[in-house]
T-cell receptor, first 115, second 111 residues
């Protein structure tokens, strides 16, 4: 248990569906991250929020829409996804994005399958 | 070519063996991380280091900044060590806690 909780753990959705992934941390962290992990590829950073403000969007397609209502919660809204979007989506948090010495804590991930 | 390269990609060992996983990087860094990912998907941070050597139980991590190389060693390996081990770096040019990851090393320890 790392203190970062993701729900759901598994999700199967059709290409026309709309769904949301949720991430929650109560570690008092101010930075939250979405990563995508596809088979046989390194983790790819998608979005970063620091103190509720989006600070990075790593050229992510608009069918992925993040939301950070407060420092403890992060959502990833999904719509009209493609089969190639099937992957493990990991959330992480750290004290402050600007601090390179802060350790990142990861959630268990959501295994997404788009059919 | 990835900025962070790990070797080997896959490693199978017998219980009790000494294991080494290597990580080379081609960018300036402020810190290097070793992470462990179990089959369920969750990732746990093992080490964060910028110089020298750190030890935690049976795990040892070393880094050589001049050679841009780090190693993760596991002594007296055990089947429960089976996991994917990921090397990641904080790049100087991007600053902050943003990480760049290697592809990971799949370790299987057989009883």
């Amino acid at each position: 248990e790392t203190g970062v909780t993701q729900t759901p753990r598994h999700l199967v959705m059709g290409m026309t569906n709309k769904k949301s992934l949720k991430c929650e941390q109560h570690l008092g962290h101010n930075a939250m991250y979405w990563y995508k992990q596809s088979a046989k590829k390194p983790l790819e950073l998608m979005f970063v929020y620091n103190f509720k403000e989006q600070t990075e969007n790593n050229s992510v397609p608009s069918r992925f829409s993040p939301e950070c209502p407060n420092s403890s919660h992060l959502f990833l809204h999904l719509h009209t996804l493609q089969p190639e979007d099937s992957a493990l989506y990991l959330c992480a948090s750290s004290q402050d994005q600007r601090d390179p010495w802060t350790e990142a804590f990861f959630g268990q991930g959501t295994r997404l399958t788009v059919v | 070519k990835n900025e962070v390269e790990q070797s080997p990609q896959n490693l199978t060992a017998q219980e009790g063996e000494f294991i080494t996983i290597n990580c080379s990087y081609s960018v300036g860094i402020s810190a290097l991380h070793w992470l462990q990912q179990h089959p369920g998907g969750g990732i746990v941070s093992l080490f964060m280091l910028s110089s020298g050597k750190k030890k935690h139980g049976r795990l040892i991590a070393t880094i050589n900044i001049q050679e841009k190389h780090s190693s993760l060693h596991i002594t007296a390996s055990h089947p429960r060590d089976s996991a994917v081990y990921i090397c990641a770096v904080n790049r100087l040019e991007t600053s902050g806690s943003r990480l760049t990851f290697g592809e990971g090393t799949q370790l299987t320890v057989n009883p």
